[in-house]
T-cell receptor, first 113, second 111 residues
């Protein structure tokens, strides 16, 4: 499968714990995006990378959130001291540097108890 | 005002009906427009790009009106399998071509 993959697919954690998600983009894609989606809403942009550089961060991305793409390939999104409001689907997408649309991975569904 | 606005629906239509969704966007600098489809508890999947001249893909027709900052999607001869949420998506050209999503319009096609 040469699509975008994400791991884990589901995560249940207790409030206050740290969680980390991984995204493996389509191999030739330079751009990688993280989005968050809650029930009944469209995906909301969190951050994006061009190669290993993090070029934009949404104000939705509080200090508890950090994302990395150390070698310009896979990316990780870490949430520290999780809160119940962090419960959502975290979606990763990748695209080439041209105007092509993003292709999404299956998402990681997070539930904070 | 949201950057991309859609009627959330739901639109309940019988099989075979024609249904149209509309979307408005606020950033006049946007250059790329798309419709995505999202099934329940799944990731969004690209349905089609939207071109200035309008474009068609089988039963689906997309149109763009730049002057009014308005995008539409027409589905003809609706199938049960068309039941999904349709997301209007616009790029933000000054932010790495990042995509801005509308809240989605839910379609339910009934037998």
């Amino acid at each position: 499968d040469t699509g975008v993959s994400q791991d884990p697919r589901h995560k249940i954690t207790k409030r206050g714990q740290n969680v980390t998600f991984r995204c493996d983009p389509i191999s030739e894609h330079n751009r990688l995006y993280w989005y968050r989606q809650t029930l009944g809403q469209g995906p909301e942009f969190l951050t994006y990378f061009q190669n290993e550089a993090q070029l934009e961060k949404s104000r939705l991305l509080s200090d508890r959130f950090s994302a990395e793409r150390p070698k310009g390939s896979f990316s990780t999104l870490e949430i520290q001291r999780t809160e119940q409001g962090d419960s959502a689907m975290y979606l990763c997408a990748s695209s080439s540097i041209s105007r092509d649309p993003g292709y999404f991975g299956p998402g990681t569904r997070l539930l904070v108890l | 005002r949201k950057e991309v606005e859609q009627d959330p629906g739901p639109f309940n239509v019988p099989e075979g009906a024609t249904v149209a969704f509309n979307c408005t966007y606020s950033n006049s600098a946007s250059q790329s427009f798309f419709w995505y489809r999202q099934d329940c508890r799944k990731e969004p999947k690209l349905l089609m790009s939207v071109y200035s001249s309008g474009n068609e893909d089988g039963r689906f027709t997309a149109q763009l009106n730049r002057a009014s900052q308005y995008i539409s999607l027409l589905i003809r001869d609706s199938k049960l399998s068309d039941s999904a949420t349709y997301l209007c998506v616009v790029n933000r050209p000054n932010a790495g071509n990042m995509l801005t999503f509308g809240g989605g319009t839910r379609l339910m096609v009934k037998p």
